[in-house]
């Protein structure tokens, strides 16, 4: 079974230009989360979806950043403009819910550099 | 809000060693689990364990387990015959019963010399 998908994998951009991650999570899971990591905050969560819905998005940093999931094997985390300081390790992952107590499998990251 | 905290931001031990990275919480509920992910180099968040804190018994993988002492919010992860493998960050993790998203801490860096 294929895991959590992300891309791109690594991204470099300039300040103020538009950055999209996107993810593919475990087919069959009904939740998913975006997580953020850096070394002064280490692995923060963003925002999370059940069933397609957003259901908290208290830890997206600002306005700048925004996220959807159109349908269940699909989701993008955007940031428009992007600074300096969202340049992080972004993760996407998926879990079957609460059933399984939480257990959060993730994607490889996407290596954000905004230069 | 829940908080985990891992007090050792670095540890260094000598291959076969067994090494225990130390974890607390900080909760007032009785429904929750925990988790030990591994982020070796390559950059994945790898599960290595999980323990149910309704479970009194400590939870084992292999050259892995864990120290759950629930009254005193305790979680620490023990690595026996530790391998060159095993170098990594290594995060624990708490999560609510019936709650969604985890949340982790600082991570520890473990290193295992040869």
């Known amino acids: 079974d294929a895991g959590v998908i992300q891309s791109p994998r690594h991204e470099v951009t300039e300040m103020g230009q538009e950055v999209t991650l996107r993810c593919k999570p475990i087919s069959g899971h009904n939740s998913l989360f975006w997580y953020r990591q850096t070394m002064m905050r280490g692995l923060e969560l963003l925002i999370y979806f059940n069933n397609n819905v957003p259901i908290d998005d208290s830890g997206m940093p600002e306005d700048r950043f925004s996220a959807k999931m159109p349908n269940a094997s699909f989701s993008t985390l955007k940031i428009q403009p992007s600074e300096p300081r969202d340049s992080a390790v972004y993760f996407c992952a998926s879990s079957s819910g609460r059933a399984l107590g939480g257990e959060l499998f993730f994607g490889e990251g996407s290596r954000l550099t905004v230069l | 809000a829940q908080t985990v905290t891992q007090s050792q931001p670095e540890m260094s031990v000598q291959e076969a060693e067994t090494v225990t990275l130390s974890c607390t919480y900080d909760t007032s509920e009785n429904n929750y689990y925990l988790f030990w992910y591994k982020q070796p180099p390559s950059r994945q968040m790898i599960l290595v364990i999980r323990q149910e804190a309704y479970k009194q018994q400590n939870a084992t993988e292999n050259r892995f387990s864990v120290n759950f002492q629930k009254a005193a919010k305790s979680f620490s992860l023990k690595i026996s015959d530790s391998q060159l493998g095993d170098t990594a960050m290594y995060f624990c993790?708490?999560?609510?019963?019936?709650?969604?998203?985890?949340?982790f801490g600082k991570g520890t860096h473990l290193i295992i010399q040869p």
């Open positions: 993790a708490f999560v609510l019963g019936g709650a969604d998203g985890l949340t």
